[in-house]
C-alpha cells in the first residue's frame, strides 16, 4: 500500500519516489451571485499506473484570510501496480489545510 500523500507531493512539489508521466488539466469559469468562479481538473497518470484527480474550485469572493477558502480534492482513479492508494478520497477547503496534511505525512 502507498500513501495518497506520496502521490500529491509528487503532483505538487515533483518530489518522491513517483513520477508523472502525463498530465491533462480542464479548466472552466464562471459567475454565480455576482462573483467569478473557477474549476480547474487534473488528471494525473503516474509511471506505476496510478491515476490520480485533482480538482480545485474557488471564486473572488473577497477575504481578510491569510489563507482564503477554496475546495480542494484528490481522487484516486486507479490503482495499476501499487496495488492499493490510501486514502482513496481527500477534500480541503483550504491550500493551507492542504500543505499541513502534506507535511504531516512528509514527517519522519
Same mark, same amino acid.
Not at 36 to 45: K, L, N, P
Given at each position: 500500500m502507498q500513501t495518497l500523500a506520496t502521490y500529491v507531493d509528487a503532483l505538487l512539489n515533483g518530489n518522491g519516489a513517483v513520477s508523472v508521466v502525463h498530465s491533462e488539466t #480542464? =479548466? %472552466? #469559469?464562471w459567475e454565480d451571485q455576482g462573483f467569478?468562479? !473557477? =474549476?480547474?481538473? /487534473?488528471? !494525473? =497518470?503516474f509511471a506505476n499506473g496510478v491515476v490520480i484527480r485533482r480538482a480545485v474550485e474557488q471564486d473572488s469572493f473577497p477575504s481578510g484570510l491569510a489563507c482564503a477558502e477554496c $475546495?480542494? %480534492? @484528490?481522487t484516486v482513479l486507479a490503482t495499476g501496480a501499487a496495488g492499493t492508494v490510501e486514502p482513496t478520497c481527500k477534500r480541503f477547503d483550504s /491550500?493551507? =489545510? %492542504?500543505? @499541513? $496534511?502534506?507535511a504531516w505525512h512528509r514527517a519522519p
Open positions: #480542464q =479548466r %472552466e #469559469q467569478d468562479v !473557477s =474549476r480547474e481538473v /487534473t488528471t !494525473s =497518470r $475546495w480542494i %480534492e @484528490y /491550500t493551507c =489545510r %492542504e500543505a @499541513y $496534511w502534506l
